[in-house]
């Protein structure tokens, strides 16, 4: 008995999903000054992938200092303003220009450092009076390099990609299902894909269905890989087949079934004799139907006489039938 299943043969490649892909980019374009970075080198997220250097960032570190320089005096003026408008000193005017002047360089600072963390440059580096022109690209996920698309010198735009991570953890399987099959396939169908020049079977679980149809009159469906492989690489073609419908049924390797006239058959172990003191052993062919087949083996219909302990021929059954014809061309009976 084998679980062989009804399939739908397609085709595929290994993908990434979205959070798990990251395209990194100059927020503010420059010069690349240094980067190490390979095609398939790991990097940890937070780590420093290049440097970058731009004369603008220097801009923006002078007017966060002088515009947070500025709101450190309005803070103590807006201060001192309410305590002599409490003992009615001045006058309410005096106190609310003094308060919007705060309020407007208040917002000018929080704007700059946005600006700087942008850029990756910490606000608390440069009020030590450290002002550089170059600030660091950090890694955004964990994964591997898959795209190099600078080296040093190179001036890049603020929409230029330098380069493609992709964290490969939870990589999954995206099918290519043709139009006219696309009502067999249910969500969690199991999945069985081999990669190129590998016998390994893998197995995946479907979880998300395309709900629309492609040009090229094809839908695209995920599966999630029931046992992760980090060492699987993105893009990777996949040969995949989708069980339909599974049951568990008679079946026999597929060499063990010999085809002859249009018809399928097998042989059956029938004992052995002696003839002129030599052990001769003797098979009987039998006709049978076939089903479903997959992955070497083959569902049989074997005739209801058929004794459940009968003796199969599953290697060598093609040496058989040779015989059997060479036999029966020179007379000799059923080929016994």
Request: proline share 4%; glycine share 4%; net charge positive.
């Given at each position: 008995m084998k679980n062989l299943s009804q399939v739908l043969q397609v085709n595929g490649v290994l993908d990434v999903p979205p959070q798990n892909m990251a395209s990194i980019s100059a927020p503010l374009g420059g010069f690349v000054k240094s980067t190490d970075l390979l095609q398939g080198k790991f990097v940890k997220k937070g780590s420093v992938i290049a440097i970058i250097e731009n004369p603008e960032f220097i801009q923006i570190q002078q007017d966060y200092l002088e515009n947070k320089s500025q709101l450190d005096y309005l803070s103590?003026?807006?201060?001192?303003?309410?305590?002599?408008?409490?003992?009615?000193?001045?006058?309410?005017?005096?106190?609310?220009?003094?308060?919007?002047?705060?309020?407007?360089?208040?917002?000018?600072?929080?704007?700059?450092?946005?600006?700087?963390?942008?850029?990756?440059?910490?606000?608390?580096?440069?009020?030590?009076?450290?002002?550089?022109?170059?600030?660091?690209?950090?890694?955004?996920?964990?994964?591997?390099?898959?795209?190099?698309?600078?080296?040093?010198?190179?001036?890049?735009?603020?929409?230029?990609?330098?380069?493609?991570?992709?964290?490969?953890?939870?990589?999954?399987?995206?099918?290519?299902?043709?139009?006219?099959?696309?009502?067999?396939?249910?969500?969690?169908?199991?999945?069985?894909?081999?990669?190129?020049?590998?016998?390994?079977?893998?197995?995946?679980t479907i979880y998300l269905i395309g709900k629309a149809v492609r040009e090229d009159r094809t839908i695209r469906v995920h599966a999630h890989l029931d046992e992760e492989d980090h060492e699987l690489i993105p893009n990777t073609y996949v040969n995949a087949l989708v069980e339909l419908k599974g049951a568990s049924v008679l079946a026999l390797p597929q060499e063990a079934i010999v085809h002859a006239d249009g018809k399928n058959y097998l042989f059956l172990a029938k004992g052995q004799r002696k003839e002129n003191n030599v052990v001769m052993y003797d098979f009987e062919r039998q006709e049978i139907m076939t089903g479903v087949s997959e992955f070497g083996f083959t569902e049989v219909f074997l005739p209801e006489n058929t004794a459940d302990t009968a003796k199969v021929v599953v290697k060598g059954a093609y040496s058989l039938l040779a015989k059997m014809n060479n036999t029966e061309e020179e007379g000799e009976g059923h080929g016994h």
């Open positions: 103590m003026e807006l201060a001192r303003q309410k305590e002599l408008r409490a003992e009615n000193v001045n006058s309410a005017k005096t106190l609310q220009q003094t308060e919007a002047e705060y309020k407007t360089i208040r917002a000018r600072v929080n704007g700059l450092k946005e600006r700087l963390a942008m850029i990756g440059i910490s606000p608390k580096q440069i009020q030590a009076g450290n002002i550089s022109r170059t600030a660091p690209l950090i890694a955004p996920i964990t994964g591997y390099v898959t795209d190099v698309n600078v080296n040093i010198g190179t001036f890049v735009n603020p929409t230029d990609v330098l380069f493609m991570i992709a964290n490969t953890e939870h990589l999954h399987v995206e099918l290519t299902i043709f139009e006219k099959d696309a009502a067999k396939i249910k969500m969690g169908q199991k999945v069985r894909f081999t990669l190129p020049n590998e016998n390994q079977e893998r197995h995946a």
